[in-house]
């Protein structure tokens, strides 16, 4: 975003191959760490084109549509089909909430048809959506009653219940992990892949942690996620996604101040963070 809160997509290109090079695997659009809740529908449009054609070719790209309006959110589904997305997201409606699986599996039915066959994922975070539901129930009624289902982003704590997910789907859906300093937990119990804030500038931190997971060196793997607990205490220190947007700033790529309600660091905020951060900083620029 530019100093007055306007769009700046003039910069995508700069932040994919960015991301590229950091070793991500794929962009997911308009969500919460990218504000998208906080953009008009038009912005939200725009922002998607942008993020499309920069990654053409280099990065999949999921576009979330989710919006408490079913009108507006099935207008984002029809448009991210039409710009050659590779998949959607949307989460459920959060003022007026759905009050059970199947009114969820209604609503999220209702928007895949509009961009049918696109892959949908679910986006479970009740932190943010103020409601949990069941994704095992989800998991057992979307073969039938939501074909085009592809996974769930999945960013809450209850890895009890992500296991189950993952046992249920037994590889047929994505269970992507939202939970950055949780990571290794869910790598554990066979998350296929994650979601996260901190993966825009800290990508190699995670992914030598999931290498070395892999390798056997498990020591190695669970220093490596001790380092993104510290990580992502600190962010949550400089109230979260404002200070994930000034942690971009210091890896080289501003990406602007936050739109209102969320409050952009002062300039002194932003030097402290820096010193604490120093070490993570220091790893994502290598």
Known sequence: MNHDGSLRLDRVPELVSHLKGQGVAGLYVCGSTGEGPLLSSEERKKTAEAY????KGKLRVIVHVGH???AEATMLAQHAASIGADAIASLSPGYFKCDSVDTLIDWLGAIAHHAAPLPLYYYHI??????SYSMTELLEKAPTRLPTLAGIKYTATDLAEFQACVELSNGRYDLYFGVDEMLLSAV???ASGAVGSTYNFAAHLYLSMVEAYFSGKFEKARRLQ???VHMVSVLKRYRGMPGIKAAMKLVGLDCGPNRPPLNTLTEEETIAMKHELARWLSMAST
């Open 52 to 55: 499309v054609q920069a990654a």
């Open 68 to 70: 408490d309006s079913l």
């Open 126 to 131: 009740p932190s943010m959506s103020g409601h």
């Open 188 to 190: 554990a119990v066979g």
């Open 226 to 228: 001790a380092q993104a």
